[in-house]
């Protein structure tokens, strides 16, 4: 399978990026920032520059032509309104008309779990992200790509164990990048999982497992 990520140097993107090219996938990994080009590579994935922000669609349908699915896991993380607007929402977009230009119909986007933040103060910045976020996820449900998309709980960035709790609808909790990007692996290799919006923590189940039990 060849996998363009969006996001690749992230804590999410190398460590998926990690898993795929292990079991063979061919993953390529844009970046805007050129000093994250050797940490993708150090991954077996092959970078590739680009920017979401000033990029085209036709410049991003260019990148993605020839691969079989992309993974959009980028983010402003915390660098203002508006560049959570251009990244997180703007981005998105342009990302899924890309994609529907080069014909690559697989996309898979990392979101955000609705209660995150419940539980504390947030900032007017915070508010932003979850609207931009959730704005981003209605855009996707209405293109006619095979979409799928992850909300995960509170990321955490120590090493995870591979075990995962997924569904449609489950408790909020925290969740291991390590483990997001477990079961975005396992998700990209079952391309009847799509037009699914899941929910994902931490949990007593292999994520390989927890994919097959949401195919049922």
Not at 54 to 71: C, N, P, Q
Not at 100 to 122: I, K, N, W, Y
Not at 192 to 210: H, K, S, V, Y
């Amino acid at each position: 399978m060849k996998v363009f990520q969006i996001g690749a140097a992230g804590g999410v993107g190398r460590p998926l990026a990690t898993l795929l090219t292990a079991r063979g996938d061919q993953v390529t990994g844009m970046h805007r920032n050129p000093a994250q080009a050797d940490t993708i590579a150090a991954t077996g994935a092959t970078p590739i520059p680009g920017d979401l922000i000033a990029d085209t669609v036709d410049e991003l349908a260019a990148k993605f032509r020839g691969h079989d699915a992309i993974v959009f896991s980028a983010g402003a993380h915390g660098t203002g309104v508006d560049q959570t607007t251009l990244i997180d929402g703007k981005g998105l977009e342009k990302s899924a008309a890309a994609a529907r230009q080069a014909g690559v119909s697989r996309f898979l986007l990392v979101s955000v779990f609705p209660d995150a933040g419940r539980d504390r103060e947030t900032s007017p910045g915070f508010e932003h992200y979850m609207r931009v976020k959730k704005s981003a996820d209605v855009h996707l449900v209405n293109t006619d790509l095979d979409w799928l998309i992850v909300r995960p709980g509170t990321l955490r960035d120590e090493p995870g164990n591979g075990s995962v709790t997924a569904g449609l609808a489950i408790e909020y909790g925290d969740v291991h990048r390590d483990n997001v990007a477990a079961f975005l692996a396992a998700a990209l290799h079952r391309p009847q999982l799509n037009r699914m919006i899941i929910e994902l923590t931490d949990g007593p189940t292999p994520a390989e497992e927890a994919v097959d039990r949401l195919l049922g």
